[in-house]
């Protein structure tokens, strides 16, 4: 069965600090596909990034980057010069190709990990 | 502009009262699901459904059901609710495999069961 864990239930960063929110996964996959989402204190949804298994290029967009390591089935996510505004809770996600169980396409999330950006 | 509606948003209800959550994608997506999400335990799934007339359980199950009727409909019903049903509930759709981008999600329906 597929697992995501997120080993950080809540980070709290004085703004401009970077951060890194960590993300282990496990999967028997061979092909699967890693994301990140963002749950306001609104509570919607807010997609950041999908990654494919074969891509371990990494990622940077703007203040976000993302790291990820297939050797350490890891994918962390680093926020640069943080914000209020960044004051979140964040999922990392993964889906494979159904061998694994849980359902093809769907989503095994980590439990979050709730970001404080203190002013 | 493509979403996933769901509706109701909030919902208090009372045991044992049979309830309809619906959702609604117009991105013609073939796959869609239920998850639940609960403090400290992330978001799991509860029903998935590859296209229509086509649903199975995810990992929690019971004490829901699903239909898929039409490719755009996935409502999540339950029969006789409880109170450990009290939750956030999100649907989701998307394409299917390696065309899979993102899994879209709805705005999220807050039950509370009494």
């Known amino acids: 069965a597929q697992k995501v864990t997120q080993a950080q239930t809540e980070i709290s960063v004085v703004e401009k600090e970077d951060v890194t929110l960590d993300c282990v996964y496990e999967?028997?996959?061979?092909?699967?596909?890693l994301f990140w989402y963002k749950q306001p204190p609104s509570g919607e949804l807010v997609f950041l990034i999908r990654?494919?298994?074969?891509?371990?290029q990494n990622e940077i967009s703007g203040r976000y980057s993302w790291n990820f390591q297939k050797s350490t089935s890891s994918f962390n996510f680093t926020i640069t010069a943080s914000q209020v505004v960044d004051s979140a809770v964040y999922f990392c996600?993964?889906?494979?190709?159904?061998?694994?169980?849980?359902?093809?396409?769907?989503?095994?999330f980590g439990k979050g990990t709730h970001l404080i950006i203190q002013p | 502009e493509a979403q996933v509606t769901q509706n109701p948003r909030y919902l208090i209800t009372v045991t044992g009262k049979k309830l309809t959550v619906t959702c609604s994608q117009n991105?013609?997506?073939?796959?869609m699901s239920w998850y639940r999400q609960d403090p400290g335990l992330g978001l799991r799934q509860i029903y998935y459904?590859?296209?229509?007339?086509?649903?199975d359980k995810g990992d929690v199950p019971e004490g829901y059901k699903v239909s898929r009727k039409e490719k755009r409909n996935f409502p999540l019903i339950l029969e006789s609710p409880s109170p450990n049903q009290t939750s956030l509930y999100f649907c989701?759709?998307?394409?299917?495999?390696?065309?899979?981008?993102?899994?879209?999600f709805g705005q999220g329906t807050r039950l509370t069961v009494v």
């Open positions: 989701a759709s998307s394409l299917l495999g390696q065309e899979n981008t993102e899994a879209f």
């Open positions: 999967t028997r996959d061979t092909t699967y596909y």
């Open positions: 990654r494919n298994s074969f891509d371990e």
């Open positions: 996600a993964l889906s494979g190709s159904g061998y694994s169980g849980g359902g093809a396409d769907g989503l095994t």
């Open positions: 991105m013609n997506h073939e796959y």
């Open positions: 459904s590859m296209n229509v007339e086509v649903t």
